[in-house]
């Protein structure tokens, strides 16, 4: 199914807001005035754009360390997810999660995660509750090339499997695993061909191409709400930056890095909404430094919110 032009101005705007939160999230980090681990999601915002653009506001998805876009794309608060990133106590967790902690379950948001492949079987399990509460929502596990290495993948798309569990596993092929290169820490090319394993759809996008991302969310999406079990959606693409923010990132061959840059997936989107007649280049200007203001805005509010008190340290830390 392909996207009307409302969805693709959508997504499109969608894109950008994650550009331009993470653009200036980069800035205000490398000013020294964020705490913590910044891992940047630019050059990847299509998928988390296309992805949830297949998906109903009673979806849910598990997202991971480079989870901002995820976030976002499902509706999390900006304002909350700065605040939380500038670690204040006005943030999604009271200013002591940090940028890889955030969750609101209101949106359906189970949460970014720092353990890598952490993600997997709480997607999983969050598909069996969904299941067995006779719900039709699916949940959407989103997480990368070397998680798809780990145990807590195997098991639970195993689980999923078997027991046609309502999720679909997003892997964001950045070709990276930190500095370690996919051909050196895997024997194939495609991520997908995991899936045939266990006996599950394993499919292959362009993960820089928002339109086809949607389609490919939109055939997993739709199996998984009949009850036809999970699908391994693998997307092609490819970080702008390194690792985390201050990874120098010697280890890519800049030749790589300019053919990807130039697949950018918001240049692209450009490109296809001013080719369709849907935008011109001053309503793209126009929209992209209203988000800006949005960002800002968000911004200000992270920057100028108290630190969290002492005398709460040690709440929210249990279930209470
Ligand atoms: C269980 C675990 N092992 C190692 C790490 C350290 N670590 C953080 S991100 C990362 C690489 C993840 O690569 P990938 O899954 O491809 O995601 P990407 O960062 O490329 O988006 C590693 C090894 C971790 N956080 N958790
Ligand atoms: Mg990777």
Not at 157 to 182: H, K, R
Not at 201 to 208: E, L, M, S
Request: net charge negative; glycine share 10%.
């Amino acid at each position: 199914m392909s996207m009307s032009q409302e969805q693709l101005l959508q997504v499109f705007r969608c894109m950008v807001k994650i550009r331009e939160f993470e653009n200036r999230a980069h800035e205000v980090f490398l000013a020294g005035e964020l705490p913590g681990f910044l891992h940047l999601y630019l050059g990847e915002e299509a998928i988390a754009a296309g992805v949830t653009a297949a998906l109903r506001a009673d979806d849910w998805v598990a997202s991971s360390h480079r989870g901002h876009g995820h976030l976002i794309a499902k509706g999390g608060d900006i304002r909350l997810m700065m605040a939380e990133i500038f670690g204040r106590s006005t943030g999604y967790c009271r200013g002591k999660g940090g940028s890889m902690h955030i969750a609101d379950l209101d949106l359906g948001i189970l949460g970014a995660n720092g353990i890598v492949g952490g993600g997997i079987p709480i997607a999983t399990g969050a598909a069996l509750a969904c299941q067995y509460r006779g719900t039709d929502s699916v949940v959407v596990s989103f997480f990368g090339d070397a998680a798809s290495n780990r145990g807590t993948f195997h098991e639970a798309v195993n689980m999923a499997a078997v027991w046609d569990l309502p999720v679909i596993f997003v892997c964001e092929n950045n070709l990276y695993g930190v500095s370690t290169c996919q051909r050196d820490h895997m024997r194939i090319t495609d991520v997908a061909e995991r899936g045939a394993a266990y006996g599950i759809p394993g499919v292959v996008v362009d993960g820089n191409d928002v339109e086809a991302v949607y389609e490919a969310a939109v055939t997993a999406v739709s199996l998984a709400r009949q009850g036809a079990g999970p699908t391994l959606l693998e997307c092609k693409t490819w970080r702008h930056q390194g690792h985390f923010v201050g990874d120098p990132c010697a280890y890519r061959d800049p030749s790589e890095h300019e053919e990807w840059m130039a697949k950018d997936p918001i240049l692209r989107g450009t490109r296809l909404l001013i080719e369709q007649g849907l935008a011109t280049e001053e309503a793209i200007a126009r929209l992209t430094s209203e988000i800006k203001a949005e960002i800002e805005e968000a911004i200000e509010f992270g920057r100028s919110s108290p630190w969290p008190d002492e005398a709460d340290l040690l709440t929210d830390v249990y279930s209470e």
